[in-house]
């Protein structure tokens, strides 16, 4: 009988109870989270992209809980590093001139899972005031072609992540770094 499959076992668990006192614990942190972080509160990194300025993040503790975004400074003729996500990115350019390069995902499931990046990149040209989208998976890289420094504004979904998909490939390193 079902029944008697049921109660089998000797193990036992919190898994529900602390889920509710979790749930508790991060509504407290949402409503002490700040609506706004001022410019002197965002950190710099130089990181393998290069040098950012982190906007939104989950560890500048404010109420955003869904949407990273940072700052990419490309110095003068200068590039980013080259990586690949699992989620979709949209950058904004606030000042400067240059193109991307993406080397997008050729994805295919007739019996297996086959997946390959094209040889070939696509060049993507931008300028100041340009929207530039990039893909999930695409590996992407930001080239500066100006004689001043080029500011990006990289915005990202952090939702992907928490499902599980943080995949992220740093597959060359910012000059520098």
């Not at 079902?2 to 979790?22: K, M, N, P, S, Y």
């Not at 710099?44 to 949407?67: D, M, Q, T, Y």
């Amino acid at each position: 009988m079902e029944r008697d499959v049921a109660h089998l076992g000797d193990t036992w668990c919190q898994f529900r109870t602390e889920a509710i006192e979790a749930s508790a614990r991060a509504r407290q942190r949402y409503a002490e989270a700040a609506n706004v972080i001022t410019a002197d509160q965002m950190p710099f990194e130089n990181s393998p992209e290069g040098l950012i300025k982190h906007l939104v993040n989950e560890r500048l503790a404010s109420k955003e809980c869904c949407v990273e975004a940072y700052m990419q400074f490309l110095p003068p003729q200068g590039r980013s590093g080259r990586h690949r996500h699992m989620w979709e990115e949209v950058l904004f350019v606030l000042e400067g001139s240059g193109h991307d390069l993406h080397w997008d995902l050729k994805f295919d499931c007739i019996e297996k899972f086959e997946y390959e990046w094209e040889p070939v990149p696509q060049r993507h040209d931008w300028q100041r005031g340009d929207f530039i989208y990039v893909p999930p998976c695409s590996i992407h890289q930001h080239y500066n072609d100006s004689d001043s420094e080029a500011r990006l504004i990289v915005i990202s979904n952090r939702i992907v992540k928490t499902m599980g998909f943080n995949w992220l490939d740093q597959l060359e390193h910012a000059p520098g770094f």
